[in-house]
């Protein structure tokens, strides 16, 4: 089986795995959420990416049909151990919100 890059953190992986099931209305204020730690953590990691003009064309992950989402999530991908704990714990958290 082929693993994805996120994996490799079991907790990230859950909450991200979770997140995809997540209603559309609170997708925003979550991914928002994780993008204000980012750029707190590590802008420059943001600065790496540009969000290719054709993503609208684009299905094969459920992150890539948002721009935003795409610069997230490929954004983490290069993240240290200690940035992508603090987003599984922020996901945690925000997961544990929705659901009461």
Do not use: C
């Not at 094969?60 to 987003?87: C, G, H, Q, T």
């Amino acid at each position: 089986m082929k693993k994805r890059w996120y994996d490799k953190d079991k907790r990230l992986a859950k909450q991200l795995d979770a997140f995809m099931k997540v209603h559309p209305k609170y997708r925003y204020t979550i991914i928002q959420g994780i993008l204000d730690i980012i750029k707190h953590s590590d802008q420059d990691i943001l600065n790496r990416f540009v969000v290719p003009s054709d993503i609208e064309k684009w299905s094969r992950r459920w992150y890539d049909d948002e721009p935003m989402f795409w610069l997230v999530i490929n954004s983490l991908k290069y993240a240290k151990e200690k940035l992508l704990k603090e987003v599984a714990s922020y996901m945690e958290e925000q997961m544990q919100l929705i659901v009461k």
